[in-house]
């Protein structure tokens, strides 16, 4: 097992990585000082019946009274519907501020559950156990949780630290693989913006990541989640570093929500912006056409779309781009890279954007 | 205009308390540091009449481009259909990140529109202009922000700091007697929980207060937010000190939601609870039989009501006071005082303060 420290100050929190760690949860919960007592689990269809039993007697084993609340798997639970509805099971169960919600799912369950613990009560306690590669590489950490409003994709959130993650990386095993490669976008993002060497080591072992070799994979994940850790420590609100975060996710997030939520999956739609954003970078940072080249082909070779879709230029995009949440008046602060490894932030006109994507 | 700074790190903000400064909004706002561009008034069907022209006047003159939103005037509007519904119109008024929420109205708005601002967009900056007893004395300072779950009250909220307060006491000529007056149980709970001399002030000079002297109020609201402030400032959170402003509101919370939202007025539920906790205090923390009398006839005084309602031993009560939030299994954290000026924390059981409250 992987274990580093993600430092928050007061809301600093340990992170494990590991193949076959799901049945620790309950013993690493109360390593983590989550306190003994009512909590409960949320999770969705899909992933109930494969891990749900696991995580449960884990952490009954540990000495906690566990109830497990089950959503539909799927975007649209990512509402203030659903929300309603855990808010009311929560109260069925009980659960008080000594309290903790464990998150066990993918980003849909880690952002709506995420909310829950941020607002009920004011705040219980959070403990992420990501079962999907965007969520262990990317959304678990960093404290950001949401739900979708009809006309904007996380429009409704806040910020809420976890208490503990537990990214079990055999959970990836059962994913589809369109889920799978979904989540390599992100891994792509943490090179593409950070780490040159980790990098040119995505291109050369891109093959055996797709075989998913448990060991390959607790590396990229560590690697992944160590940098958003880095850039969430010096930066919890977004402020500044932070939004490097963004690289590929202004028009990744606009498609999303034009194609109509589930179109797309969040990584491929992410795929298709850092190319886009790779255009956008040779204009207004001066990238080169050769490592322009390497992103998009990294992306290829996981299966990823590059593509803007041949319908983009219809209203939706335009309107949906203008919601983001970066927006300033009629600019967007744009992430950009000078160089594989390097990013950097820019103010861009949206007429701007619009130009360089056709 | 009285000006103080709350305390909070980062979150620091500005107080401003006074008579006739509704209209210095605009000109505060931007000295807070609110950008200027598109923000929203959150206020209700009462207050809007009364207030919202000069408000939003003088938000407009100092170059803020404003929408008004208005809720229906009552605690129904502190419900999940409401915010949904603030979702919608902050969508429609374009706010963005850099925007800005005005909270103008009583403790309803500002929990509700508090609660908006926390989570839209995952926190965009707030600004309270509270216009009763009870938000400028209290809820309007301390970043607690909430709706109502049918099953609780407040249950559903987060912590959101406000960046500036504007608490213009002319308001407070408009209240109907009974506003008024609920808020003076607030006042009240200052005093005795943090200042014996602020709490012989108020014994000697009531009658005045009642006949609403703007330099008087200005002078007891200016006392409890500073009081409030110093104890948000040293425990932003509620992990200790700040819990003694619970005073008198596990009993009150109880009360008003087991009677069903609205027959009592909040400050007059926490003045019947206030007796409650003197009761306890003379139980538990050994309070003597006179400052216990001083409570409960200052709280009289005030034209505030000091009885339990005859039918309280129904379950309603019982059940309610059990879904307190400070609620540990059969226990509750109970704030007492063991002399006017001055509060402690217990851990009472449920039945032991059944049996005080008979």
Known sequence: MRTFQVELGAKSHPVHVGSAILGETGRLAAEAGIARGRVAIITDS????????????????????????????????????????????????????????????????????????????????????????????????????????????????????????????DTMLTLPGREFREGLAEVIKYAAIMDAAMFDGLEREMPAILARDPERLAEIVEKSLRHKAFVVSSDEREGGLRKILNFGHTVGHALESSAGYGSYFHGEAVAIGMVAAAALSRAYAGLSASDAARLERLIRDAGLPTAMPPDWRGGEFTRAIRLDKKRAGDAVEFVLIDRIGHALTRKLAFADIMLQLG
């Open 46 to 169: 899909n992933v109930a019946g494969l891990y749900g039993a696991k995580v449960a007697g884990s952490i009954r084993a540990a000495g906690y009274d566990a109830a497990t609340i089950e959503v539909p798997a799927g975007e649209p639970s990512k509402s203030l519907a659903t929300l309603a509805l855990l808010y009311d099971r929560l109260v069925d169960a009980e659960i008080d501020r000594q309290g903790a919600i464990f998150a066990l799912g993918g980003g849909v369950v880690g952002d709506l559950a995420g909310l829950a613990a941020a607002t009920f009560l004011r705040g219980v306690a959070l403990v992420q156990i990501p079962t999907t590669m965007v969520a262990q590489v990317d959304s678990a950490l960093g404290g950001k949780t949401a739900i979708n409003h009809p006309r904007a994709k996380n429009l409704i959130g806040a910020f809420h630290q976890p208490s503990l993650i537990v990214a079990d990386v």
